[in-house]
């Protein structure tokens, strides 16, 4: 089967890479994989995973449903919470940065559209792509929406969009300079993007090391920090007008880090290392545990 490696730097174009680290898949396989770091400007890469046709197995996890639906246990319970007000934070975030109340947005990766309802709740006119098939079924039958498979991205509507996010997915993506054009096209000229993804500059990132839960091998293919994404998004036709931390996911994925190395006081331990991360944060932006980029059509 053929895999997928990378030998130009997505966001510098360098071609020199050493390895940084080794991580395992704690969520589905146990198996590891190295990732590497452009010699350049620091970007991380996955190495040796699957192709885009042959990873969904990696995806197979009774905890992506449990993610969705179940309400035992604290750390959902405190995730269920955590994600209502975080529904509510992006939408205003959205509603701000396209200054507008509403419009038409398009969520790449849009999962069991969660936020998708939140918009739609709130007047927008929303379109949702989504490959998993499951996920595209809880979200028709809880909120009614008719989110469509990956391969209708390309089909859409040229500069119809006034907002296009991906929350939490472009580090899955296999094509990303495919996706980026398409992103470009589908936009309306003064749209924006609105891109969240793990940042492996941040404290959990660095205390963590190899078992921080957001480099999440081989699902995650690119890992970014806040100069390689504004890099990233200029290469790519986009002007970086604003950044926004996430200060959640500090908490989040310290305690999923905690969990993966079995500490003993796992919840304790991720409160503890997520505070100072989000400490470090309040300080600077560009240290939270994910950032949310806003760039506009240069
Ligand atoms: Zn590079």
């Keep these: 089967m053929a895999k997928f490696n990378i030998h130009i730097c997505p966001v510098c174009n360098g071609n020199e890479f050493s390895t940084f680290l080794t991580c395992t898949d704690f969520f589905v396989s146990d198996e590891k994989f190295d990732i590497k770091k452009c010699n350049s400007c620091g970007f991380k890469i996955t190495e040796n995973i699957e192709d885009e046709n042959n990873i969904g197995s990696y995806y ?45 947005i398009l969520d790449v990766g849009t999962g069991t559209g969660f936020f998708l309802n939140e918009m739609k709740e709130y007047g927008w006119h929303v379109t949702g792509i989504e490959k998993s098939d499951d996920a595209r079924k809880f979200a028709k039958s809880e909120f009614n929406l008719d989110n469509l498979p990956t391969e209708e991205l390309f089909k859409l509507k040229e500069k119809s969009y006034d907002v296009v996010s991906l929350w939490h997915v472009l580090e899955h993506i296999h094509q990303l300079k495919e996706n980026m054009d398409t992103f470009s096209r589908l936009l309306k000229t ?7 993804v793990p940042n492996h500059d941040s404290y ?95």
């Design 204 to 298: 959990d990132a660095r205390h963590y090391k190899e078992y921080w839960a957001a480099y999440d091998v081989p699902r995650h293919i690119w890992h970014f920090a806040p100069d390689q994404m504004k890099q990233f998004g200029e290469k790519n036709g986009f002007k970086l007008m604003s950044f926004h931390t996430m200060p959640f996911d500090s908490f989040y994925v310290s305690m999923l880090s905690e969990k993966y190395k079995k500490s003993s006081f796992t919840l304790f331990k991720g409160i503890f290392h997520g505070t100072i991360s989000w400490m470090e944060s309040l300080l600077n932006r560009g240290k939270c545990s994910s950032v949310i980029y806003v760039f506009e059509k240069n």
């Design 60 to 104: 197979q996890s009774e905890n992506y449903i449990s993610h969705s639906n179940t309400t035992t246990g604290f750390v959902n319970s405190v995730y269920h919470r955590v994600r209502k007000y975080m529904l509510g934070r992006k939408r205003r975030l959205v509603e701000k940065t396209a200054a507008m109340q509403t419009g038409n």
């Design 190 to 196: 003064d749209g924006k993007l609105i891109i969240a």
